[in-house]
């Protein structure tokens, strides 16, 4: 191209954007894409369950009762004759349901406490940090416990609670992220601007602090499901009708000297998920050149 | 030093007190009292059980009663089992849960440790990325997975080693160990491979080499101590995490532990036994938290600095 127009200069620009560069990277690392790929095919089975499930859910064959994998059900059939594989894209929904949904309320309480924290600065910003530090130390495992015991074993008490104490850590990213950014020249112009503050950190601060954010999201899915699936094996999570596969994999493990299937195949579930979920976070951090949240 | 240790304790005590009160709270309003189930009694009788387990009382009272009461140790009777008080149920409990979490963390400490040291010593070759491949799968492959997974192969299908029981037969703690301590294994494999390679890099480790020590002698004489402080600082956390994840061992392998009594206490609604339990556990997690803290601080004087200005 011997001519340079402006827009060249533009598309020229757009091309080594940060935010494609972290996307060349990103596509480089294998496992990390593996893990996308992954997750982007489960998410899309989960959103698709009620059309492409083989069986309904609640079907019951009580006269075939638990068989393995054969070409009629794939994954093999349960105690009471119910399809496994249904029974696991089921469960999947509401498995990967709680991951985001709980991640997302963990975000929304974290982020905007860790920018308030770090815009406002001050004695408001060290009662804030010192009200987290405390949080922190608190065995949040057993409160969890206690709340489903204490108000019932309630599905929206589950993401409510999950989020209430995965929100600390983001907290903290966003805190440090708005604290160097907000000595920044563009922040200086909003101000003069005279933006409030509310538009200033979410319009301004939260985009530029985007990286940390999504790679400390991706991070945090995985812990949320494993805490959700730790409660369903317990009884104290999802309860029946409704199922997960924490609670698929605690009826497989009470069956699975005769019927290891039942193990097997939500266990497999599970683990691929927090596989694909841990390569895409490091990809991600690595891609994004942030430094570890958790160290 | 000392003014750290102070400035930590201090530190640990609201920790505490927002502990016991939230959770005496959040049990006092649970819904269906603790005799709700039970069929019809006579009044003069409910009355007796009201008064002996302070319930007749208005709430303020019972909390001011309640502290009084654990600050002379004593967690009150257990609403379930009539005549056996918290203390008892904790004592009977607690021992086998410690004994379990010791051997967890000895297996987490050494293999973890391990395979982070041989990890770091070669980045990036097969020495580097078969531990870390492994400790990957380490984290992945929840206590909950792992425990079933380890029962079918190591008890039923090669017969090497009992799959519940503790104490009964000989080998009945192995598979419960490894199984609570696989996923510590791995993040301290990770933390430590992290920590040694940055220590590797430092100045004091080349001029170490450069007197002519022989290579073991540079990791385990002068690396190791700064390697580990990562680690240390994460045993806080990874005691929280244990005792919480005996919860789902102990229902796995059938172990008489204090997990296995807080999750029947859950089930029965044994809300005495569910408070004095997370106080307890609670308190343990909190002086456990401490405890990293300040070591972590004597092997990083650097650490130290930082947190006594905060």
């Not at chain 1, 075939?64 to 059939?77: E, V």
């Amino acid at each position: 191209m011997n001519t340079t127009t402006i827009t060249d200069i533009a598309q020229a620009e757009q091309g080594t954007s940060l935010w494609r560069d972290a996307w060349l990277r990103l596509r480089r690392n294998r496992l990390a894409v593996f893990g996308l790929a992954v997750l982007l095919l489960f998410v899309i089975i989960a959103i698709l369950t009620p059309w492409i499930a083989p069986y309904g859910y609640a079907q019951q064959q009580l006269a075939i009762g638990a068989t393995p994998p054969s070409a009629a059900h794939w994954l093999g059939t349960d105690i009471y004759g119910r399809d496994l594989l249904t029974q696991i894209m089921y469960g999947g929904r509401i498995s990967l349901a709680v991951g985001f949904i709980a991640t997302a309320v963990a975000l929304l309480i974290g982020i905007t406490w860790g920018a308030v924290a770090g815009y406002v600065g001050g004695k408001v910003d060290a009662v804030m940090m010192r009200l987290v530090d405390i949080l922190y130390a608190l065995p949040f495992m057993i409160f969890i416990v206690l709340l489903m015991v204490v108000f019932g074993r309630n599905m929206l008490l589950l993401f409510l609670a999950i989020g209430a104490v995965e929100w600390l850590t983001m907290a903290r990213i966003m805190r440090s992220q708005v604290q160097s950014l907000r000595q920044q020249e563009f922040v200086e112009a909003a101000i003069s601007l005279g933006l409030s503050p509310t538009t200033i950190i979410f319009r301004h601060l939260v985009p530029n602090a985007l990286g940390p954010i999504i790679v400390y999201t991706t991070l945090t899915i995985p812990s949320v499901m494993l805490l959700e699936a730790f409660l369903s094996f317990l009884g104290l999570g999802v309860q029946p009708p409704q199922t997960s596969w924490g609670l698929l994999i605690s009826y497989g493990a009470e069956t699975m000297e005769e019927y290891p299937w039942l193990l097997l195949y939500p266990g497999l579930a599970l683990i691929l998920t927090l596989f694909s979920l841990n390569f895409l976070g490091d990809g991600l951090r690595d891609a994004l050149d942030v430094r570890s949240a958790k160290d | 030093m000392w003014r750290f240790i102070g400035f930590r304790v201090l530190q640990s005590i609201p920790v505490l007190l927002v502990v016991i009160t939230v959770t005496f709270f959040l049990v006092r309003i649970a819904p269906g009292g603790p005799f709700s189930s039970e069929k019809a009694v006579i009044p003069e009788v409910k009355a007796a059980l009201e008064a002996k387990y302070r319930l007749n009382l208005p709430m303020f009272e019972q909390y001011t009663a309640y502290l009084g009461d654990l600050a002379q140790g004593d967690l009150g009777p257990s609403f379930k089992y009539p005549g056996r008080t918290v203390n008892e149920l904790i004592a009977a409990g607690f021992p086998v849960t410690a004994e379990l979490g010791f051997y967890a963390l000895l297996v987490a400490i050494s293999i973890g440790g391990i395979a982070g040291v041989i990890a770091a010593l070669r980045p990036n070759t097969a020495q580097d990325y078969i531990p870390m491949s492994v400790a990957m799968i380490g984290i992945c492959v929840p206590s909950l997975l792992m425990g079933p997974i380890l029962i079918l192969v190591f008890g039923i299908y090669l017969e090497w080693l009992p799959v519940s029981g503790w104490g009964d037969m000989p080998g009945d703690k192995i598979l419960p160990a490894i199984t609570l301590g696989s996923t510590y294994a791995a993040y301290i494999a990770r933390l430590s491979r992290a920590g040694m390679l940055e220590v590797m890099s430092q100045d004091y480790i080349r001029t170490a080499r450069a007197k002519g020590l022989p290579e073991w002698r540079v990791v385990t004489g002068h690396a190791l101590r700064g390697g580990m402080i990562p680690v240390v600082a994460f045993l806080g956390p990874a005691f929280a995490g244990l005792l919480s994840g005996s919860f789902v061992v102990e229902t796995i392998f059938q172990i008489p532990g204090l997990g296995r009594f807080y999750v029947q206490a859950a089930f029965n609604r044994d809300y005495t036994m569910i408070l004095g339990a997370t106080v307890f556990l609670a308190t343990l997690i909190v002086v456990f938290n401490l405890l990293s803290d300040i070591l972590a601080a004597w092997m990083n004087p650097r650490l130290r600095s930082q947190y006594g200005d905060r």
